[in-house]
């Protein structure tokens, strides 16, 4: 048997176990597996130093290395993470519905834990005891699949993390760590119904295109970002600027940034230029359409296909817009349904853009680096859905839940 | 361009205009489809006359013509559907929840329609002004892929909708129909992401796993029931036989119906003969292990093949088991997730088999047959749903909308 389809069956098998586990159980596993991280960070941190050895060696940019590289404080900051998610209410074991039919039928809908849980991922090893620590929080057992970059800072953890679970009423088999490196374990686990319940892929776009192309176990989509912010002419300059400003320069790299700037034409001539340089100032380079180039000599011309683009960089596609309706249809044919914002002074405009704009979140006179299950105030986030079904936006805990309906009769048949 | 891409564009930019329409407006449109069908009954029933006859030439069974047979009768029933759904709560466009931020923000969780659904289904022509009217309740477009002996009925009524919508509000390319019988705009719609938002397969188990094997659109699988009924030891005995006997006999053909009997050791000797008798004068055919077939000499022999066999038939597994645990394991390895039942006295074990039996619905002491969405009564049924992400068991018309974050600021920006 492979080793991705024996872990599977192994989680399978704890998933029963795990789903007897009391709130209270769960969460005592939680924080003895942080104390656990803190008591081995010398040969987590020491494990880790031989990714980073192999990386250098490999050429790993210093950037990528610095997203991968574990210390005493990046482990005890880890540890704090599972503390949090321990602290969290259970969102499994909860009823959501109950009610009685005429027949006499009783019919409850519980929260229940999904089941086993697979996760794909690429370097950081902080994802490991994360994606651990919500899925077991939840009920769930989870069978991880991380970037071999990672692979022996990845091992060392799981050791501990198991170790740990030895002392609890928790199955150590909860978690597993799929060790092969080549891509075939990972296609092989998104072929693995019946023993998966779920594939989760956090990372990059490739990595997440390819689960959801090759996958026949459902999947949790945790996709691309091309969001847009609309400046529309009743603007607050500065509250626009702003926005703008913080949308793509805060954090570039992550999902919930800007990629597109559409501005009303009526706004532009007074205020563009201005917010242009703001953004040329902190390094971002502009790529315009013709109108926006004429107020921007240093913008670029943007193409079809920089619209189509997640730069997740300094980068920024500025297009000038007649009005609401040309700024929607820009939308609706880039966008990736994440996250849009309509800086407006018009409630009208901004009821249309909030009612028609089809996308996880939409906003009003507000950055969309907001979307983020810590500043919805859900205390974790298992990721941002880009998909329709199950979940959409920032995922709390229950999105790792389904539910069962539990019916208690007398009796009863059907006529 | 292929019908099936050129009708799925059109059925997306009908979406836009669909989601701005009102519960009044939407339920309009679907009394005037309803009376349009009555009002045509004699051209629909001409088409599907022609379905008929092509269908008898083709040898195709009098019990399968019966099914796709339609008279003024049928029509009217049909129609009649419709005007139920028409009166049933609108799940579209409710507040799921509001909360605000300290830093200020608004934030609005809001039901929407899922966008465009695509509906893959056989034979019955009912299942068309079905699934276009759910969708259509919803706010969603519909593009409506039938089975080809259908196809002459299909294209009727679906002229006389679109017409009928031709005097509402609403647009007729909301309802879309691909007229290809061949298989290869099956498997076309299944990869048309960015223009299908869900695909729904209703049929049989072939259909069901083309569909999840190979859509890259997300699916909602309405599968396959391999139901169980659990006689414990202390099962009142006229209880037993008459829950099993409902869930074998009277509706065989159905998800919900029972494939296997598991019985106490404890119970067999004194009542499963009689309960036995009861299903061979039913005509079913019994397929049983040793110890049945020692206590019920018609029983043939059961093989491990049949356990795992949905025969939607006159024919039942049965199998004595020495207690709970057996019980359970046997559920969780050929179970499908979809409904099981335990019939007992002992509410400890009544209590486990609730908590453990991973299924959409769990009953104690009822026939798995009320699983169900009009026995629940949600007044319509999307399907069963047999997977665990979005919706599981029984769907009433949320399952057909997502929802959608609405944030309303004054400027904030992330620090």
Redesign the interface.
Known sequence: MSEVREKAALAKQAA?IM??MTTEQKNAALLAMADALVREHASITSANGLDIKRGRENGTSESLLDRLKLNEQRVAAIADALRLVAGLPDPAGQVLES?D?PNG?Q?TKIS?P??VIGMIYEARPNVTVDAAGLCLKTGNTVVLRGGSAAIESNRRIIEVLRGALEETALPPDAIQLIEDPNRSSVDEMLKLNGLL??VIPRGGASLIRNV??NA?V?V?ETGAGICHTFVDESA?PQ?AS??A???KV?RPSVCNSMETLLVHEAFAPDHLRLLADRLLAANVEIRGCERTSALIPKAKAVTEEDYATEYNDYILNIRIVNNLDEALAHI?KYGTMHSECIVTGNQAN?ARF???I??????????T???DGF???YGAEIGIST????A???MGLPALT?????????????G
Chains 1, 2 share one sequence.
């Open positions: 029963a789903n007897r009610f039919r039928l019919i229940v999904l089941g319940d779920v959801v192309d026949t459902p949790i607050d509250m702003d926005i400003f913080n949308a805060q609706g901004a909030l009612q028609e089809d996308a996880a979140a939409v906003y009003h006179n507000a950055s680096r907001f979307t500043e919805f105030g998909q329709k079904l199950h959409r936006g920032p389904t539910t069962k309906f539990l019916i208690s009769g007398s009796g009863q048949i059907r």
